[in-house]
Every structure is written in structure tokens, then in C-alpha cells.
């Protein structure tokens, strides 16, 4: 039997900054605009050329920045788990999605919480190192995953779920790839997701408790409305 589990990485704070996000798509849009005007106005003085493309690429430079830091903003990511890849797919602005990583199995030799006395080991065997999630100021929440590839290890992080986590123990069965600090991870992992499940189950009631006292009231007005009727025929 084929496992397959995907976990979406939501972004909550894209609603947020929807304001922030068309701010800096205007100053982006002005900056490369003035940009682009300055270099085509070297055609026409083209003695001035290399003048105004100096001139010109601060501008350019702002466009850029400014392009990576709404694009950062505006990230989600889906984690996919099958019997071979781990596969990671950005997906920008809640409409174009892009695989971004796919990284086999049995080329993971390491995972564990980032920053953890296991990752102070390992990360210097690491030739680059890749983000793939969204809260990035929830250290305890991230954790590494070293892997090889042919122009050498390379070290992602990620922020996974109780069931992404699971899954993976499930595909990668050397025990060794985990680290110690993994343990502790998951018992966080769990206690979370119990105290959300106990959110829930008391927001429900609280709607319940609502509703119910909401009917009352509208069979306790009915009732006034049908004796004041009543006496209004006698």
C-alpha cells in the first residue's frame, strides 16, 4: 500500500498584510518606472550611456528587493510524502504554485529541531541551506532535514504537522536519521494539537450554549405575543 500525506502550510498572515502587499506592488511598479525611463533616456543622449545606467540601477536594485519581500510575504507551501520524494511546492499569492523541491528518501540522512545540539553537527556539512515555511519567528515549530544530492548535502528547513511527522517516520525507516531532539518535538506536536482539538470542542459548545438561549428567547417572545393576543380578544 502506497503512503501518500500532504500538508498545507498557510500563511495567515497574507489577509493581513493585503494593504501592505498593494503599497509595496505600487512602489515597485514606480521604482521600475523610473528605472526603465532613465535607461531609455540613455538612447537618446547615448554619450551619457553608462551615466545613466548607473543612475538607473539603484532603482532597479529597489524594484528587486522590493519584488523578494512581497513574495516572502505572500508564500505558502505544501508538503508532499510519498513512498520515494518528499516533495515541496511554493505557491505565491494563493495562485500560482511551483514545485520547488523533491528530495528522495534515502538521500536524507539527518533530521532533527533547528538549533539543537544535533544540528550544531551536522550543518556544517551542508553546502546550502533552503526555507520552506512561513513562520519563520516560531524557532521551536521549525525543524531540519539534511540531505544528499550530487553536488553535496544541502539542509531544508520546514514546519511540519503531528500527521506530517508520523508520515515521515513511516517512509524512513533507518531510526538512526533521527535525532534525539525529535522525541521532544513530537510530544510539543501532540500537546498542541490536543489543546486545539479542546478549543474547538469548547468553542462549539460556547455556539451551542448560544443557540440554545437564543431559541429560548424566540419561544419565550412567541409566547408573550400569543397571551397578549389573548387578552386583547377578551
Same mark, same amino acid.
Request: charge should be negative.
Given at each position: 500500500?502506497? @503512503? $501518500?500525506?500532504?500538508?498545507?502550510v498557510?500563511?495567515?498572515?497574507?489577509?493581513?498584510?493585503?494593504? #501592505?502587499? #498593494?503599497?509595496?506592488?505600487? *512602489?515597485?511598479?514606480?521604482?521600475?518606472?523610473?528605472?526603465?525611463?532613465?535607461? =531609455?533616456?540613455? *538612447?537618446?543622449?547615448?554619450?551619457?550611456?553608462?551615466?545613466? @545606467?548607473?543612475?538607473?540601477?539603484?532603482?532597479?536594485g !529597489?524594484?528587486?528587493? @522590493?519584488? =523578494?519581500?512581497? #513574495?516572502?510575504?505572500?508564500?505558502?507551501? +505544501?508538503?508532499?510524502? +510519498?513512498?520515494?520524494?518528499? #516533495?515541496?511546492?511554493?505557491? $505565491?499569492?494563493?495562485?500560482?504554485?511551483?514545485?520547488?523541491? &523533491?528530495?528522495?528518501?534515502?538521500a536524507?540522512?539527518?533530521?532533527?529541531?533547528?538549533?539543537? %545540539?544535533?544540528y550544531?553537527?551536522?550543518e556544517?556539512? *551542508?553546502?546550502?541551506?533552503?526555507? &520552506?515555511? !512561513?513562520?519563520?519567528?516560531?524557532?521551536?515549530?521549525i525543524?531540519? =532535514? @539534511?540531505?544528499? /544530492?550530487?553536488?553535496?548535502?544541502?539542509?531544508?528547513?520546514?514546519?511540519? +504537522?503531528?500527521?506530517?511527522?508520523?508520515?515521515?517516520r513511516?517512509v !524512513?525507516?533507518?531510526? /538512526?536519521?533521527?535525532?534525539?531532539?525529535? *522525541?521532544?518535538?513530537?510530544?510539543?506536536?501532540?500537546?498542541?494539537?490536543?489543546?486545539? &482539538?479542546?478549543?474547538?470542542?469548547?468553542?462549539?459548545?460556547?455556539?451551542?450554549? %448560544?443557540?440554545? +438561549? %437564543?431559541?429560548?428567547?424566540?419561544?419565550?417572545?412567541?409566547?408573550? /405575543? !400569543?397571551?397578549?393576543?389573548?387578552?386583547?380578544?377578551?
Amino acid at each position: 500500500m502506497e @503512503l $501518500y500525506y500532504e500538508q498545507n502550510v498557510t500563511n495567515h498572515n497574507i489577509d493581513e498584510r493585503a494593504k #501592505k502587499t #498593494k503599497t509595496l506592488i505600487i *512602489a515597485r511598479t514606480i521604482f521600475g518606472m523610473i528605472g526603465l525611463f532613465i535607461l =531609455i533616456s540613455s *538612447a537618446v543622449l547615448i554619450t551619457m550611456f553608462w551615466a545613466f @545606467l548607473l543612475m538607473s540601477l539603484p532603482f532597479f536594485g !529597489v524594484t528587486i528587493i @522590493l519584488g =523578494i519581500i512581497n #513574495k516572502r510575504n505572500n508564500t505558502e507551501y +505544501d508538503y508532499v510524502l +510519498d513512498d520515494e520524494y518528499f #516533495k515541496i511546492s511554493e505557491i $505565491y499569492y494563493r495562485q500560482r504554485r511551483k514545485l520547488k523541491y &523533491a528530495i528522495q528518501l534515502r538521500a536524507i540522512e539527518s533530521v532533527g529541531v533547528f538549533d539543537s %545540539e544535533g544540528y550544531r553537527k551536522i550543518e556544517r556539512n *551542508a553546502i546550502k541551506k533552503n526555507l &520552506a515555511l !512561513v513562520n519563520y519567528d516560531d524557532e521551536d515549530s521549525i525543524i531540519y =532535514i @539534511l540531505y544528499y /544530492t550530487q553536488k553535496g548535502r544541502k539542509i531544508i528547513f520546514i514546519e511540519p +504537522d503531528r500527521g506530517f511527522m508520523i508520515a515521515l517516520r513511516r517512509v !524512513v525507516s533507518a531510526l /538512526t536519521v533521527f535525532d534525539k531532539s525529535i *522525541a521532544d518535538f513530537e510530544k510539543r506536536l501532540t500537546a498542541k494539537e490536543e489543546a486545539e &482539538a479542546e478549543d474547538r470542542m469548547y468553542s462549539e459548545e460556547d455556539d451551542e450554549n %448560544e443557540n440554545t +438561549d %437564543e431559541d429560548d428567547n424566540n419561544n419565550l417572545n412567541e409566547e408573550q /405575543t !400569543v397571551n397578549e393576543e389573548e387578552i386583547s380578544q377578551e
